[in-house]
């Protein structure tokens, strides 16, 4: 790259650090289009595109640079990208061509754990986390995922002692992964979840609403800190506000949905109960339909069921890498 080119690539990112990603594609576009064999160019334009939600024009970007040069890092966008349109399959490829080219590639470990995760393959998800950790053990993220899966596999675990040991295990990585990125919100509501779970409500109310004010706009974070208040406040209504909010930002999570209804059978509110808890069960919610049944045909003598939350463990999609 020659002095022009390389001023023009610092003023692209400069304005897309500063949050400018149209103005920084324009930029780009008008360098690639006077060096078209820059394969940096088109992957800055793909990125350009990422940030501004248009992942099928930074597919194509993505590609053109890997046509020019295959190196793992554009490799890498492709994968998300193609994921960030439900194309799974093809973004698991891209990623084992990633770990051919180069082995030590952390961020691919990472991304093909959560793809195996969402898959229910949690045994293979858990090695590639603990592999992307080998490689960068400050790696905030993996820590966070890493936590997250030996809770999962915890939960079925017969020998009080080594579910115990499990838990302490992932606690330490939940931790960790804190220390590293204290603004990545799921490591916030992983950590806050397991606490609640080991009964340190306390710490536990410090995540959650960490969660909260790092994601105000995210109706799966508001819901999940509103049913940790609704369950230790024995339902206050000082929470609807929290759970109207959810529902409006995310009417179509099933979590959401199931969290909202367990509140109104906390609070004898029944038939609204049944509504949400029937619109979480449409949207497949995998424990929905067991308490539309402790309901019952009356629901004037219904009684709410005692559950934690665990509802983090249904979200649809993997967080994002690095």
């Known amino acids: 790259m020659n002095k022009t080119t390389n001023e023009l690539i610092e003023r692209a990112y400069s304005l897309k650090d500063q949050g400018n990603a ?62 960030r349109q439900d194309r799974d399959a093809e973004s698991l490829v891209c990623l084992r061509e990633v770990l051919e080219i180069d082995p030590e590639y952390e961020e691919a470990h990472y991304t093909i754990g959560c793809h195996l995760r969402l898959a229910g393959d949690l045994d293979a998800a858990l090695e590639c986390f603990q592999r992307a950790i080998a490689i960068d053990p400050d790696y905030a993220v993996a820590h966070a995922e890493l936590g997250f899966i030996l809770m999962r596999r ?25 220390e590293l990125d204290p603004e990545y919100h799921w490591s916030r509501l992983y950590l806050a979840n397991l606490l609640w779970q080991l009964k340190r409500v306390r710490q536990a109310r410090v995540h959650f609403e960490a969660a909260a004010r790092l994601r105000p706009d995210d109706g799966f974070v508001l819901s999940a800190c509103a049913d940790f208040l609704s369950v230790q406040s024995g339902g206050s209504e000082r929470v609807e506000p929290r759970f109207r909010k959810a529902v409006e930002l995310a009417p179509e999570e099933p979590a959401v949905r199931y969290q909202y209804g367990q509140h109104l059978l906390r609070t004898k509110r029944y038939g609204e109960a049944r509504r949400e808890l029937l619109l979480a069960d449409r949207l497949g919610h995998p424990r929905a339909r067991e308490l539309l049944a402790s309901i019952g045909e009356n629901p004037a003598v219904a009684r709410p069921m005692k559950l934690t939350n665990d509802d983090v463990k249904y979200r649809r999609r993997p967080a994002k890498g690095k």
């Open 22 to 83: 149209q103005g920084a594609l324009d930029v780009l576009r008008s360098a690639a289009a006077r060096w078209p064999a820059c394969d940096l160019l088109h992957l800055l334009i793909g990125q350009c595109h990422d940030d501004l939600d248009q992942f099928a024009e930074a597919e194509r970007a993505y590609r053109r640079a890997l046509a020019i040069e295959r190196r793992p890092e554009t490799l890498s966008f492709l994968a998300r990208a193609l994921r």
């Open 154 to 178: 915890n939960d079925d675990r017969d020998d009080r002692q080594a579910a115990a040991d499990v838990q302490q295990l992932a606690l330490r990585h939940l931790r960790r992964s804190v």
